[in-house]
């Protein structure tokens, strides 16, 4: 008896207080945590309306983002498949903007970008996030078969986009950068040192390889990239010789030691020929023009779609 008897005090003046504790704790805790993100997002729209992607003093969008893989690589795409000819003088304006909108994944961190953007959004709109991360990025996780399908489907989403007869009277370029950054990312966001090449996953993308990216470091994944993508501007070789002279000159940097630098610099310089510089201006505008688009939906067609194949 004194055995219950004691167990019965320790339940009733001991055990029930701290439970009791430990519930008021998780429920400031989870309140805590529930304002605190909640915080963290209006912040996070706050500091998107004041990024300076955009700055008075840096006129030129490349000056402050020079990624070489989307802003150049396009840039020196676009200019050789001579997509102002193709499109007439419309659309003189659309290869700079394809530069910006292939670009603007990486630039506007608390809208697009891998980190913090989709985890700024996990609570309130999961399925963003989602589309941010597997879509956008491509940071899906998908290997061999599945990721060259992946691949593919959204090379003929870019196709359609730039060939096909509503896209020729009407093109939309931000929808057509989106897609750019989008193929361009199914290249660089891979694991080549698997069994199968491998996408990265949603949850950690490629935080423990940093090196992803870098095209000295994986030049077959960058002439694979920009040949299949010139391909699918172009359908046909415009530009093709001017490509291979192009990745010749990269791969003689690398066998020379050159580091990414020196790859960036090239490729930086080439960009600078075409002359497709972006204003402060131009930027902002382009910019006020992709947050009135929902862009989780257009991401979500995407992939639901099955785009045809054009002639």
Known sequence: ???????????????????????????????????????????????????????????????????TGHAFTVGILANYAELDKRLGESNADLERQLVFYAQAPDAYKYRYMAFPAPQLKLLHNPTEAKRLLRVLHALHGMRGEALQKRRDHLRKALIWHLHSDEAKSNPEPWKIGLLLHAYADTFSHTCTFC?????????????????????????????????TTLSALTLD???????????????????????????????????????????????????????????????GDVIRTDWPDLP
């Open 237 to 299: 070789d415009t530009g093709a010789e001017k490509l291979d002279r192009l990745l010749s000159r990269i791969d003689e940097i690398a066998r020379d030691g050159g580091s990414e630098a020196d790859i960036r610099a090239y490729l930086g310089a080439e960009y600078a020929k075409t002359g497709y510089t972006i204003g402060a201006q131009e930027c902002r505008d382009w910019n006020q023009l992709l947050r009135g688009q929902d862009v989780s939906a257009f991401l």
């Open 1 to 67: 008896m004194t055995f219950k008897v004691a167990l019965r005090w320790v339940c009733t003046h001991v055990w029930k207080p701290y439970c009791r504790l430990v519930d008021r704790c998780a429920v400031v805790l989870v309140i805590t945590v529930i304002v605190v993100y909640y915080a963290v997002v209006g912040l996070g729209g706050l500091l998107t309306r004041e990024e300076r992607v955009c700055s008075e003093t840096a006129h030129d969008f490349q000056v402050e983002y020079t990624i």
């Open 195 to 227: 069994d199968q090449e491998t996408a990265y996953g949603p949850v950690l993308g490629h935080v423990y390889w940093p090196s992803a990216d870098k095209i000295g470091k994986y030049p077959e994944k960058f002439k694979r990239y920009t040949k």
